[in-house]
């Protein structure tokens, strides 16, 4: 998998961290960050056969926060938005639930 940039980003984790890769991300301002991963032609292939995606977590023994994978571009609010709210190309869901 690779680490994709996308027009909503707004912050970079690990960018001064050589042990790590840099992952650009959009940070909404209740905390919630989304970061968005493209699949090579042989991972697609796997998905589609097995129906199966891992995710591994490195919490160095601590809490384990929260996590919510998704198939849809989730809503995200712009700088100039107060409420997260779906770009005009996608539409928030009608059972859409930012915790569920």
Partial sequence: MKILKFKE????????QPEYLSLPAHKATDGTVTSCWGLSLLERLRVVLTG?????VLT?????????????RPPMQTRAES??????????????????
């Fill in 9 to 16: 980003c707004n912050v970079t984790y690990a960018e001064d």
């Fill in 52 to 56: 199966r995606i891992y995710l591994q």
């Fill in 60 to 72: 160095f023994n601590q809490p384990l926060q929260p996590l919510k994978m998704l198939t849809i």
């Fill in 83 to 100: 409420t997260p709210s779906g770009p005009p190309d996608c539409p928030r869901p009608e059972n859409y639930n930012p915790v569920g």
